[in-house]
């Protein structure tokens, strides 16, 4: 397994939306750095998509979402060679956006922070957090996580442990984007490798998912900390995979518009 990072602006060369077999590629952006591009971005966006967006309460919420769907189009537009406002996505059974013909993608985000994951083809996921105190960590870890898990987590030094709580959290969200089996997936029902400073692993899968997700040598699990004050998990189906990385700029802006 190939473990590579490489941090660029999104806006550069050519050869950053040239999608190579084997290789998942992570776009990240800090909303707020971007916020100039809103109008732009808007312009991307389908008719339900504006609706979606107009629906929330607060601008700020809609604002994120305009951004984030605007940068995905901008993005899958660039590395398919197509007009990013007439992308059309078809959505799964679990709600899932696809693109059909490709390429693979997933998209994560947290507060300003977000990731979109993309592959020339196979089932990839990502996840993005905020790394922060978590009031709550032992009691949804109690509830919801792997036997495994908790066992290790309470085996962590207690500075150490909302790290590993949140490594566990960005994991199992991303191997479960990945799967494409619904977020309805049980949590205790595998098991990933929750230590700081230990590679990311799955670790167990129970029985009863197998026939859906396979086993855990089946997968790659990926962990990046390109923004500031975050952890972004990766999963992909298979093995010997290469993740590099890129990060939007405030230059990036669609095709033939400028900034605003």
Request: with cysteine; aromatic share 6%.
């Amino acid at each position: 397994m190939h473990d590579v990072s490489i941090t660029a602006p999104a806006c550069g060369r050519a050869g950053d939306y040239v999608l190579r077999p084997g290789v998942v590629r992570v776009w990240f952006a800090d909303l707020a750095e971007l916020s100039a591009q809103k109008g732009a971005m808007r312009a991307l966006l389908s008719a339900d998509e504006v609706e979606r967006a107009d629906r929330f309460l607060m601008e700020r919420l809609t604002d994120r979402f305009v951004l984030r769907r605007g940068l995905l189009r901008l993005l899958l537009g660039r590395c398919t060679g197509r007009d990013p406002a007439a992308l059309v996505f078809d959505y799964g059974t679990h709600g899932k956006p696809a693109l059909p013909g490709g390429p693979s993608f997933n998209l994560s985000d947290s507060e300003d922070s977000l990731a979109i994951a993309v592959a020339a083809e196979g089932r990839i996921g990502v996840d993005i957090e905020r790394l922060r105190p978590i009031e709550s960590a032992d009691g949804i870890a109690d509830r919801f996580f792997h036997a495994t898990e908790r066992a290790s987590l309470q085996a962590l030094p207690p500075d150490c442990r909302d790290e590993g709580f949140l490594l566990a959290w960005t994991r199992k969200e991303a191997f479960i984007k990945a799967a494409g089996v619904g977020l309805s997936m049980p949590l205790d029902k595998f098991a990933v490798e929750v230590t700081p400073g230990a590679p990311p692993a799955l670790l167990e899968i129970g029985e009863g998912l197998r026939r859906d997700v396979g086993v855990p040598a089946d997968w790659s699990l990926f962990d990046r900390r390109v923004l500031p004050g975050t952890v972004a998990a990766i999963a992909a189906h298979g093995t010997g995979w290469t993740v590099e990385t890129r990060v939007m700029d405030g230059s990036l802006s669609p095709p033939g518009r400028g900034p605003g």
